[in-house]
């Protein structure tokens, strides 16, 4: 039936439970950070690594920059499709960085001390960036300028805003949500909400 056909290639795009929204809303805990200028601005990277590195604004600026296309799933049930951001892939950012061998998990680190947990590997995909730009314009602040991460394979919640800290991790240490009963993975397709799913 075509209109069955129809539910089921839908189903394949958004996962399940998620409503797709063509506004974008402002989700988050605590305050927006409003930058004047970036030269007070650092990225700190630490943690199970050789030699703890501290990049500017500049630096970053500097890295090869790439362009993504993806859909964003929050865990609130909305998801919004065909966003293209440009930043730094998680992967170029790792030459800047010696891992030491006992790193297998991150902490991305925000303003006013939100963070958020995920696997090493999960935060090295391909489809992982930090961006700065989306649809073609610079990130608003209370879409998380100067630089958010994005992980569009995970739940929206991992896509930290206004990120300060890469730390690298040998255990799994929850972040702000995770504490707070949320999945310590979290993945759309399987509704890896809270930490009792
Ligand atoms: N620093 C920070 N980043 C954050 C959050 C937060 O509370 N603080 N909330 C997360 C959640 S739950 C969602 S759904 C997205 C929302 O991003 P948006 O406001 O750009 O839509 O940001 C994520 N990143
Ligand atoms: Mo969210």
């Known amino acids: 039936m075509y209109f069955g056909k129809e539910r089921e290639k839908g189903s394949e795009r958004v996962p399940p439970n998620q409503v797709v929204t063509k506004k974008w809303p402002v989700l988050h805990h605590g305050n927006v950070p409003y930058y004047k200028n970036m030269d007070q601005w650092t990225l700190r990277l630490f943690g199970s690594v050789e030699e703890e590195v501290i990049l500017s604004y500049e630096d970053l600026l500097n890295l090869p920059q790439t362009s993504l296309k993806n859909d964003v799933h929050c865990v609130t049930g909305w998801s919004k499709l065909d966003n293209e951001w440009e930043g730094i892939a998680t992967r170029e950012i790792m030459k800047k960085v010696k891992l030491a061998s006992t790193a297998n998990y991150v ?35 209370e879409h998380g300028f100067p630089l958010r991460a994005v992980i569009p394979h995970l739940y929206f919640w991992k896509s930290a805003k206004w990120v300060r800290g890469i730390e690298f991790m040998a255990i799994n240490k929850p972040g702000f949500w995770e504490r707070n009963g949320y999945h310590m993975l979290g993945r759309p397709w399987k509704e890896e909400r809270f930490s009792w799913d």
């Not at 939100?114 to 935060?123: A, G, S």
């Open 107 to 141: 902490l991305i680190h925000a303003e006013e001390g939100w963070t958020t947990n995920l696997p090493l590997e999960d935060f090295l995909k391909e489809s992982s960036l930090l961006a700065h730009t989306h649809n073609g314009e610079t990130l608003t602040p």
